[in-house]
């Protein structure tokens, strides 16, 4: 009975969750609800919602920047990262700081961001290796290690599963927090540095012209990169944030050329998708008894989206262009 | 099994086409878990491993080759940049196989433990079946890599050409696929889904180091393979028994693949360092090599242009020169070990006649290399000097003969300066 109580969408179907969630969030604007009271659904709409956010604004820049192999090799590396911050504050050395706090968190994913942006150059540049191959090693031989070690120290292997495949299902109140706050710092450096952002994406040579630093604005946007990838880390693993930051983006790109409506799209879509993704989870569980991971769900989402959107955009969909090419050939 | 994805991996490397491998290898998850499903459903146990074996292969072969399709698809029909479409293939292939996986936890839960293993890799639970299902399809890798040899160097190199030969370049493109697929698909048992696209990578971006030569490129990047096979299964199962031994309490068993990719990260970092003629610290020692004589030259050709005979002391020397004081003296003292310069009581130095010979010679190259480059090539005299302060360094003997023959030995240089003659 307890537990009826505290999650209402118990039971519920699709058209049920939407319509429970609506009223609930009527209810906390009215203040029947107090803010604390959020029960798991909830939160994971959020997290995934923050994620999404994130990671579409992101995401646009990095696939105009034809970076998103980037994207791919640092969301492997922050896992070393994470196991640093794992390692360091169960061994007490920073006593000070709450274990696994979101400071130490956002500073691992910073140094890992660097460290990975940096050995891939060095590997480019000095020690002359092709591009993509010095990615490819990068970020597996991270990556290796950062699995190594979490055996390790863990000693349990079944971690290394869980970072990987993320679990929304054992998401926490502190994790909306991270996740909103990274979601703050994206959206606050965007507005602050839209201008120079969308030069340097553009146009190199102008924007070496009046003084704009691009490898400054590559280093934020990878250091964005990798913080949203931890705040992602948990909810969604590793792996599944990189179907956040392009899916959602390359829909946003078919439909429109502009690039404000683009971000502001691919936000949209983002958050539809999770909101949709978590609806149709709870949907599966209660009614045909269905437990599958909700950030999978959520990817399959981003997939049926994507598929769509490739058949039905009204600019170069494959039915739109289906129906021009036979008008065509009828005059 | 290491070995096939090495090979192939030579050829993706060349192709620069590395970040397939990583996409295609985590679009096989979902043909791991469909295949587990497949054997789920035909109720078979574990009992009957070779059969869950060959479900889970051809899973995986089959949603590679779709993951490729898909990239294909979005790149050419839809004008996607390629890096886009890969990752957004990798997560939405692995997004939908972790969807399915989560899935088969709750209804084969004794399958589930398969799936896992596929992920990192997990070399140890291996049977003889197992090898010889992997031996038999690194046998067809490696004969149809024999057999297309030609083929592929032609393709890899120069597509053109390939094309006017008349070789059939769809059909080797698409056999280049399909054994990519298959080495992969080979290799995720023991390497794991996740890092497979590195046993793609560094041995070949290690091989790459030693030669330029294709054929020696790939044995090279097979040993390196099998190497880093043999040797990450030996480690992962030895730090295993140690640390069970260490902490018994404890059920721990290192993952293989990590393993293994660190193995072959450790290889190729070593030949980016180490490799002659392409080696990272080979080629600082040569820059470095190279600096030191052109400051040296530079030094003789100071004390020489002081006139014959001459002594200069410390203080004049540093004046042209662009080092410190204490660099110069530790050069100086080189030069006066090897004879080049003396130096005198009063605490100055003088050239030998060796070291008169060698600073005339230098001199005599700047010089000809100025002649050359107004007459010659109509540069205009005020601008050849710098160039000459380069070329001085690197002109050969021979190629002096050559330019005194083309100049008709010339007297003086652009700027009336008198050339040194020719030693003997």
Redesign the interface.
């Given at each position: 009975m307890l537990s009826q109580y505290s999650n209402p969408y118990n039971g519920k179907d699709f058209f049920g969750f939407i319509f429970e969630f609506l009223k609930r969030v009527v209810d906390v604007f009215t203040g029947k609800l107090a803010v604390g009271n959020l029960v798991s659904d909830e939160i994971q709409i959020i997290v995934l919602m923050g994620i999404a956010a994130s990671a579409a604004l992101v995401g646009s820049f990095l696939i105009l920047r034809k970076m998103t192999m980037l994207a791919n090799s640092l969301s492997h590396t922050i896992l070393l990262g994470i196991v640093a911050v794992y390692i360091l504050t169960r061994d007490g050395m920073f006593n000070n700081v709450e274990p696994l706090s979101i400071n130490a968190f956002l500073a691992a994913s910073l140094v890992m961001g660097l460290v990975t942006a940096f050995l891939t150059e060095f590997l480019t540049k000095t020690a002359r290796l092709q591009e993509d191959a010095s990615t490819g090693i990068v970020f597996t031989s991270l990556f290796a290690l950062g699995i190594i070690l979490l055996t390790l120290f863990t000693k349990n292997a079944h971690i290394g599963t869980e970072v990987v495949m993320g679990n929304v299902d054992a998401l926490h109140i502190d994790d909306c927090k991270l996740v909103l706050l990274i979601l703050g710092i994206n959206i606050f450096i965007f507005l602050l540095f839209f201008k120079e952002y969308a030069i340097t994406t553009f146009d190199p040579g102008l924007s070496k012209a009046l003084g704009i630093s691009t490898v400054f604005y590559n280093y934020l946007l990878m250091t964005q990169v990798s913080a949203t990838c931890v705040g992602a880390f948990r909810a969604v693993g590793v792996l599944m944030v990189l179907a956040f930051i392009t899916g959602p983006v390359l829909m946003a790109r078919m439909l429109t050329d502009s690039l404000k409506r683009m971000i502001l799209y691919a936000v949209g879509i983002g958050c539809l998708c999770s909101f949709i993704g978590v609806a149709v989870s709870r949907h599966l569980l209660s009614m045909y008894g269905l437990t599958l991971s909700t950030a999978g769900i959520v990817v399959c989402t981003i997939v049926v989206f994507f598929i769509t959107t490739l058949l039905f955009n009204s600019r170069n969909g494959l039915f739109i262009n289906y129906y021009r090419r036979r008008n065509v050939i009828k005059v | 099994m290491c070995l096939a994805a090495s090979l192939i991996g030579v050829i993706v490397?060349l192709r620069?086409?590395?970040?397939v491998?990583?996409s295609l290898s985590?679009a096989a998850y979902p043909g791991v878990v469909i295949g587990v499903m497949v054997a789920g459903a035909l109720s078979l146990t574990e009992s009957n491993d070779q059969w869950v074996a060959f479900f889970i292969l051809f899973g995986a072969f089959i949603t590679s080759i779709l993951g490729l399709w898909c990239i294909h698809f979005l790149t050419h029909k839809?004008r996607?940049?390629t890096?886009?479409a890969?990752?957004?293939v990798?997560?939405?292939f692995?997004?939908?196989?972790?969807?399915?996986?989560?899935?088969v936890q709750?209804t084969f839960t004794n399958l589930y433990r398969q799936i896992?293993s596929y992920?990192?890799g997990q070399a140890a639970t291996m049977t003889d079946i197992h090898i010889f299902i992997y031996g038999g399809l690194s046998l067809i890798v490696v004969t149809c890599l024999v057999l297309f040899y030609k083929e592929l160097q032609v393709i890899t190199f120069n597509r053109d050409y390939a094309i006017s030969l008349g070789i059939k370049i769809d059909r080797i493109d698409f056999l280049i696929f399909v054994l990519t697929v298959l080495s992969i698909v080979i290799g995720i048992r023991s390497v794991g889904v996740?890092?497979m696209?590195?046993m793609?990578?560094?041995p070949?971006?290690a091989a790459r180091q030693y030669t330029n030569k294709l054929h020696v490129m790939l044995i090279l990047a097979a040993l390196f393979g099998a190497f880093s096979g043999f040797m990450g299964n030996y480690l992962s199962v030895e730090a295993s028994n140690f640390?069970s031994e260490e902490?018994p309490d404890?059920h721990?068993?290192?993952?293989t693949?990590?393993?293994i990719?660190?193995v072959a990260?450790l290889i190729?970092l070593f030949s980016?360092?180490f490799a002659p003629e392409?080696g990272?610290l080979l080629r600082l020692t040569r820059i470095a090599k190279f600096r030191y004589r052109c400051v040296r030259e530079n030094l003789l050709k100071t004390i020489w242009r002081a006139g014959p005979h001459q002594e200069v002391s410390l203080k004049d020397l540093s004046q042209y020169q662009e080092i410190s004081i204490p660099y110069l003296r530790i050069i100086l003292s080189g030069l006066c070990r090897n004879g080049w310069v003396i130096k005198t009581s009063s605490g100055n130095y003088k050239l030998t006649v060796d070291g008169e010979q060698w600073a005339a010679r230098i001199v005599r190259l700047h010089r000809l290399w100025e002649v050359y480059l107004a007459d010659y090539l109509g540069v205009g005299a005020e601008r050849v000097h710098r160039n000459a302060e380069e070329i001085e360094h690197i002109l050969t003997p021979e190629l002096e003969k050559e330019l005194t023959v083309l100049l008709k030995d010339p007297q003086v240089d652009p700027h009336h300066q008198k050339i040194p003659p020719r030693e003997t």
């Open positions: - | 490397f620069k086409q590395s970040l491998g990583e985590h839809f996607i940049r890096d886009s890969l990752c957004l990798l997560s939405c692995f997004g939908i196989g972790l969807t399915l996986a989560s899935n709750f896992q992920l990192y996740v890092l696209s590195a793609l990578i560094a070949a971006a640390f902490y404890y721990l068993s290192l993952p693949g990590p393993m990719v660190m990260t190729c980016v360092l392409r990272l």
